[in-house]
């Protein structure tokens, strides 16, 4: 089998757009980026969902 040393971008091609990434310590189980749909990861809606208390024990937001 032929081996190629060519990899597959994970960056989308075309429109660039600004997502924002919240990252959670869940404890005992160790600390993730939380999942969140691609559509709702605007700024406004992110700090909606800080606000209303979805995130439990945030670590840290970053804008991707």
């Given amino acids: ?7 597959p971008s994970i960056v989308p091609s ?3 757009q ?3 990434l919240v990252a959670e310590d869940f ?3 160790g600390r993730a980026w939380r999942e ?8 406004e809606t992110v ?3 800080l606000l209303s ?11 991707g």
């Fill in 1 to 7: 089998m032929r081996k190629s040393n060519w990899t």
């Fill in 14 to 16: 075309g429109d660039d």
């Fill in 18 to 20: 600004t997502v924002y």
């Fill in 27 to 29: 404890g005992r189980l």
């Fill in 36 to 43: 969140a749909d691609y559509e709702t990861t605007d700024l």
């Fill in 47 to 49: 700090i909606q969902d």
């Fill in 53 to 63: 208390g979805q995130y439990n024990n945030r670590m840290a937001t970053d804008r």
